[in-house]
């Protein structure tokens, strides 16, 4: 999946990136509009790498107030993810810039690498790493949609799930894309994310890098905690143990929690990511928010996504968690009762985080 | 019709709406689960509403500005069948059938109750 043509300034591949996740809500303003769309202005304004903003199926922040595309009244206000990669400097700099302008949400900065040639995945120090495709959903790949081809290849490969998310307003190489209404969309913003073994990883990129002009790709560092119902080796306690180094500089550490699943994994005969939303909200999270894929798999299942003429969803769903590294063991047991039989769960470290009031 | 009749199905109908509007927010904001309360209760009070009109015998210009202008908004079907078709999409089936019997039978029984209410007093 590649951008339009490039004209922003990018970090090299290989090199060392620095990506930035802002979770708000669709209704929070700045200066006479939305905040969401002043983020984005503030990402193409910066010339990230890449930006998407994503719109949450359901989801709770720190005020506690449910929200949820199932109910109506309660759909006015979903929960927003802005993400962008780019050089550490330029992210930096948007971190800052951002909480000047947003009187709420949360804020996180992680640490990423760009795959490329000069860089392997093979070299991370880590056994799992999170991988991030991004490219436009339009976008063809060997003949098919370019996120069902990367999917494919990741799942041949043996990387334990990845998810298609697709963005509602983006950023690629420095320059705009939005989803328009009536628009041929073939630059609608769209991600894949893929969690596994470094070495399985490494082989997909290598294929993907092979195959086409390669595209723009992150590596993070990150643990699997339980797999379809397997809890993971015990030395991976949690949180991960590198989780305890304290971080110079502002912010506080913490830890991002991910349960990958589907519409259809069930918990006690209620739909998972509902039972984990509930429950994390009941025991008082600072926030949780659940985006739906269009594409993907977990597990040993094979990729899927929604059929023609079936009621019921078939797609992905990714839950997100943020909190402080020993507040976040709370959530970690109650995503870990839930997914006793199904779903991947996945812990990483986030070196800085602001919670905005 | 008259226009104030018209003017007074437009005043009772925006009126309702946005009743409508604050009472499913608050239900559903008190009882956030998987089952849409919000609506129901809209529905379910809207029912006892209408029964009771019918039950104290409104007729003529007051009855099309109360039932017509302010129930007809108050009341929503669209949203109970949307709300159960996302139920479906969630794969909650048990759920999806409960909302469709619980708010014919319980929708019967408002309307019945509202009635008798009207005709009592």
């Known amino acids: 999946m590649s951008g339009p ?33 002043a983020v984005l202005d503030l990402f193409e304004r910066r010339r990230l790498a890449a930006g998407v903003l994503l719109r949450g199926a359901e989801g709770f922040g720190a005020a506690q107030l449910l929200q949820t595309d199932r109910l109506l009244s309660l759909s006015e206000d979903l929960p927003l993810v802005a993400l962008a990669v780019g050089e550490p400097g330029a992210v930096s700099a948007t971190a800052d810039e951002l909480r000047g302008i947003a009187d709420g949400g949360l804020i996180t ?63 690629a190489s420095g320059r705009r894309l939005r989803a328009r209404f009536f628009a041929v969309n073939g630059w609608v913003p769209a991600m894949v994310v893929a969690v596994g073994e470094r070495e399985r990883v490494a082989a997909a990129v290598a294929e993907l890098e092979a195959g086409g002009e390669p595209p723009l790709a992150t ?19 949690f949180p991960p ?94 995503a870990a009762e839930i997914t006793a039989e199904t779903g991947l769960v996945t812990a990483e470290r986030v070196p800085r985080m602001f919670t905005l009031e | ?27 559903s904001e008190r009882f956030a689960g ?12 809207g029912a006892v509403a209408l029964g009771f009109v019918a039950g104290v015998a409104l007729h003529g210009a007051a009855l099309t500005i109360v039932a017509g202008g302010g129930l007809g908004s108050y009341t929503t079907f669209s949203t109970w069948m949307f709300e159960s078709q996302r139920l479906g999409e969630a794969g909650a089936a048990r759920t999806l059938w409960l909302n469709i019997a619980l708010s014919l039978a319980a929708g019967l029984a408002a309307v019945t109750f509202g009635h008798w209410l009207g005709g009592v007093l």
């Open chain 1, 109 to 171: 900065l992680e640490r990423a690498r760009l795959a490329g040639a000069e860089h392997r995945p093979g070299d991370e120090p880590h056994e799992e790493v999170k991988l991030t495709v991004y490219g436009g959903r339009g976008a063809r790949r060997r003949g098919r949609p370019a996120h069902v081809d990367v999917v494919d290849t990741l799942h041949r490969h043996g990387v334990a799930g990845a998810t298609v998310l697709v963005g509602v307003d983006g950023v």
């Open chain 1, 219 to 237: 590596l993070e560092a990150v643990t699997v905690l339980r797999r379809d119902g397997t809890a993971l080796p015990p030395s991976r306690g």
């Open chain 2, 1 to 27: 019709m008259s226009a104030a009749t018209w003017i007074g199905v437009a005043l009772a109908g925006g009126l309702a709406a946005l009743t409508r509007f604050a009472l499913d927010a608050a239900v």
């Open chain 1, 241 to 334: 143990a590198e989780a305890g180094e304290g971080e110079p500089g502002d912010g506080e550490w913490g830890t991002k929690l991910m349960v990958y699943c589907s519409e259809r994994s069930e918990h006690d005969g209620q739909p998972l990511y509902l039972e984990l939303i509930r429950r994390l909200r009941a025991e008082g999270a600072p926030g949780a928010t659940a985006l739906r894929g269009v594409w993907g798999y977990h597990g040993d299942h094979a990729p899927h996504g929604d059929r023609l003429l079936s009621l019921r969803r078939h797609v992905p769903i990714v839950v997100t968690v943020v909190d402080g590294a020993r507040a976040s063991r709370r959530w970690f047991e109650a």
């Open chain 2, 34 to 45: 998987a089952f849409p309360t919000g609506t129901l209760a809209v529905n379910l009070s």
């Open chain 1, 5 to 37: 043509e490039a004209a922003g300034s990018g970090p090299a591949p290989g090199g060392d990136a620095l990506k930035l996740c802002f979770y708000f809500g669709e209704h929070d303003r700045h200066g006479g509009r939305y905040l969401s769309e």
